[in-house]
């Protein structure tokens, strides 16, 4: 499954670092910069300006799935409000994803982060009844779906709080998520693309950090945000209005190098909602998401 082997390879990647580096850890409350002489002067290294992070993570997902398309307000099998498919009728038991991130730190407590995640939510399953989707019926038998997420987030860190052994950092910015989940059947497919009426939505978090040691860390953070029903500003069959929802927990145990290395391993809570009205279509999709997480990041 192609799934399991991006899954297997970002863990190998991950697995790499764990090999010993050189030089002592750095604990929390030590500055950045490390002094230097030169010709009998104390001088300052540059300070680690860039970070980079990527990880896994493994799943087990439950939700909601329900596409429907009335087409002419008609009442017919065509125009039916959409079979409610929960995501373990459609085989989908496992989630995994790999995610990535870049940030620039222009002042100590400021900083600018660039993230990208995608989900692999995929499932095979047999149906004994039909199945409408997205305006289509799907006689009995084999169904594959393909509920991947893609989810591009921009966001301003800010340090809110720092001592010795804890620090508190705040974040706000944009999430724009890609959604066109895709049912096969009989041969054919039939796909919803969710993403035409996506709007960018506001994200706020807080991540806490407290050393444990010359090595350790403890690191818990939560992020979310959402839209209201908005008008969409697209038109399909008439305005469609859009409702989404987004929340992230973590609770992780971090292994930090000095030189800026660090390893993460924890707890991974996400929670995502949207939904999409007009006169022709309503589809619903929730996902609930409990997992493993594992990432590795480097700054400099």
């Known amino acids: 499954m192609k799934s399991a082997r991006v899954w297997t390879l970002s863990m190998s990647l991950v697995a790499s670092v ?10 929390l409350g030590e500055p950045v910069a ?3 002489r030169d010709a009998g002067a104390e001088v300052l290294d540059p300070p680690e300006r860039w970070e980079f992070t990527i990880g ?3 799943g087990a997902p439950v939700g909601r799935l329900q596409v429907g398309e009335f087409h002419g307000g008609q009442g017919t099998v065509g125009g039916a409000p959409g079979t409610r498919l929960s995501l373990h009728t459609l085989g989908i038991n496992v989630s995994e994803a790999i995610e990535a991130s870049v940030a620039f730190h222009f002042t100590a407590d400021d900083a600018v982060r660039f993230s990208g995640l995608y989900y692999f939510l995929r ?5 004994a009844q039909s199945v409408v989707y997205n305006g289509e019926e799907f006689k009995p038998g084999a169904l594959h779906t393909n509920a991947d997420i893609a ?5 301003y860190e800010r340090g809110l709080w720092r001592s010795t052994l804890d620090q508190l950092v705040g974040s706000i ?12 059947g009989h041969g054919h497919s039939n796909s919803e693309d969710f993403y035409l009426q996506e709007l960018p939505v506001p994200i706020a978090g807080l991540r806490w950090s407290h050393g444990l040691g010359d090595h350790w860390l403890l690191r818990l953070g939560a992020s ?6 908005v ?3 697209r038109k399909e069959g008439g305005t469609v209005y859009l409702q989404q929802a987004h929340a992230d927990a973590d609770a992780g145990l971090v292994y930090r190098w000095r030189g800026g290395a660090e390893l993460e391993i924890g707890y991974r809570f996400t929670y995502f909602f949207q939904y999409e009205k007009s006169q022709e279509d309503i589809n619903d999709f929730q996902l609930i998401d409990n997992g493993l997480r594992v990432r590795f990041s480097v700054r400099f």
């Open 18 to 27: 764990l090999m010993p580096l050189p030089g002592h850890a750095q604990t």
């Open 34 to 36: 490390l002094s230097l």
């Open 56 to 58: 896994g993570r493994v």
């Open 123 to 127: 499932g095979d399953s047999t149906s």
């Open 151 to 155: 989810r591009l987030d921009l966001a």
């Open 173 to 184: 910015g944009l999430a724009f998520v890609y959604f066109n989940p895709t049912l096969t």
């Open 224 to 229: 979310g945000g959402g839209l209201p029903r």
């Open 231 to 233: 008008n969409s500003g």
